[in-house]
């Protein structure tokens, strides 16, 4: 079983940055590769990025790519996303998933366990 908690959404203005982070709880942590999602008001949920269990394979969407940066601290238990050059259609609640897998997919369907999700909202 592992429980996830998303923290550091939030209000902020476009070009600017948040830093969300996921702690996670369960010994199977390390094992697990994580992954990053959003879902906007009346969209479907999207993959924006992805980490390995070891940290050395990580993915993004097309949309977040050299603005975003996913990274993980196993000793920490705890996965990251630093968000930089914030744009108004980055809005949206922010979910971080662990993946039964130690390589990340794009898919939600192979992400077993969820957080609650936090809200980011970026304006004009």
């Known amino acids: 079983q592992v429980q996830l908690v998303e923290s550091g959404g939030g209000l902020v203005q476009a070009g600017g940055s948040l830093r969300l982070s996921c702690a996670a709880s369960?010994?199977?942590?390390?094992?697990?590769?994580m992954g990053w999602f959003r879902q906007a008001a009346g969209k479907e949920r999207e993959f924006v990025a992805g980490?390995?269990?070891?940290?050395?394979?990580?993915y993004y969407a097309d949309s977040v790519k050299g603005r975003f940066t996913i990274s993980r601290n196993n000793a920490m238990n705890t996965v990251y996303l630093q968000m930089n050059s914030l744009k108004p259609e980055d809005t949206a609640v922010y979910y971080c998933?662990?993946?039964?897998?130690?390589?990340?997919?794009?898919?939600?369907?192979?992400?077993?366990?969820w957080g609650q999700g936090t809200q980011v909202t970026v304006s004009s």
């Open positions: 369960g010994r199977t942590f390390s094992s697990a590769a």
């Open positions: 998933a662990a993946s039964a897998l130690i390589v990340p997919t794009t898919t939600p369907l192979n992400y077993n366990y």
């Open positions: 980490i390995s269990s070891s940290g050395n394979t990580i």
